[in-house]
């Protein structure tokens, strides 16, 4: 077995709030409106989560060889104000993770189990893409990063590209 694991950080960005704070956002992927904290919500797998679950200020305990996989959803689960994450990366020269972007993963067509009806006990198979952003732990120390989302109205249009910059910490 293994001493590294898998680090599941799921992301939960609270849309409504962004939306009523934010009327006219930047529409360039390049240049995408910046907001704080507060808009979000961290919360880490496997007991590694140190202080902030819960938060925008999330600081997991993660070591060298660790993959760290970021997951983002808004707080109806992408039913409504869907979010996509499309960029994350470090914000200063420093080799906390193996790579200075993170790498994007997609995995169409995984196998779930959904209700089959209203009630959830009756399940049958289905499929759906799934997609995070995930790096490797390289060394100790603390690195802020950027991370970058797209967040699409009810109609699926578009609403706007945004950014934070969370930090995580290694050990």
Do not use: H
Request: proline fraction near 5%; charged fraction near 15%.
């Amino acid at each position: 077995m293994s001493k590294n694991k898998v680090i599941n950080v799921n992301i939960i960005i609270d849309t409504c709030r962004v939306m009523d704070d934010y009327k006219n956002p930047s529409k360039d992927q390049n240049n995408p409106t910046g907001i704080g904290n507060s808009y979000q919500f961290m919360v880490a797998s496997d007991n590694t989560g140190l202080s902030g679950q819960g938060t925008g200020n999330l600081r997991i305990k993660a070591k060298q060889g660790d993959v760290v996989r970021f997951y983002a959803t808004s707080e109806y689960n992408n039913f409504d104000n869907p979010v996509i994450v499309y960029q994350l990366f470090n914000l200063k020269d420093n080799d906390l993770f193996q790579n200075p972007n993170f790498q994007l993963e997609d995995f169409p067509d995984a196998d779930i189990i959904v209700p089959e009806v209203f009630n959830p006990l009756n399940a049958v198979q289905s499929t759906q893409n799934f997609w995070f952003a995930q790096n490797t732990v390289n060394a100790k120390g603390e690195q802020n990063y950027g991370l970058q989302f797209a967040l699409y109205d009810s109609s699926l249009s578009l609403f706007g590209y945004f950014s934070w910059k969370p930090t995580v910490m290694a050990f």
